[in-house]
């Protein structure tokens, strides 16, 4: 694993939590609507469910916060582990950039607007603090 993927970790995983949480919201949604019937298909006889409809998507519902609830607790942890090797940087220019980028999911341009520098010091700063960041990753 790189120092840059070591970094991203926390920010793949909120991107997967923001996404089951939208998964989660259409399965509420479904949940909540009436199923109506289906009359374009051919009517084929079996047993019916015994279940209400709603009752499959509950179920979903659940699982999906489950999922939520165990990455949540890998970001918390992935985020302690990534600030931990940002906070070992001398530099506090270095560690400002790192957390912007990796942790808050800033821009370049914000980056740059909020430490006021350029474009290109503030890639320098970036290119020097990936090189100099030591990782810790367990097996």
């Known amino acids: 694993m790189t120092n ?6 926390p920010m793949r995983i909120q991107k997967r939590i923001d996404a089951l949480i939208l998964q989660k919201q259409s399965f509420e949604e479904l949940a909540n609507s009436i199923p109506g019937g289906n009359y374009d298909q051919p009517v084929v006889q079996k047993t019916r469910s015994q279940q209400a409809p709603f009752v499959k998507w509950i ?5 999906v916060e489950k999922k939520i609830d165990e990455l949540t607790a890998e970001y918390e942890k992935a985020k302690e582990e990534v600030l931990a090797a940002i906070y070992e940087l001398s530099n506090p ?11 808050n999911d800033y821009s370049w341009q914000t980056i740059c607007t909020k430490m006021y520098v350029s474009l290109t010091t503030a890639k320098r700063w970036h290119w020097d603090a990936l090189n100099s960041i030591k990782i810790n990753v367990g097996p």
């Open 4 to 9: 840059k993927e070591f970094l991203q970790k």
């Open 59 to 63: 179920d979903k519902i659940m699982e």
């Open 93 to 103: 220019d270095y560690q400002n950039i790192l957390i912007m980028r990796y942790l």
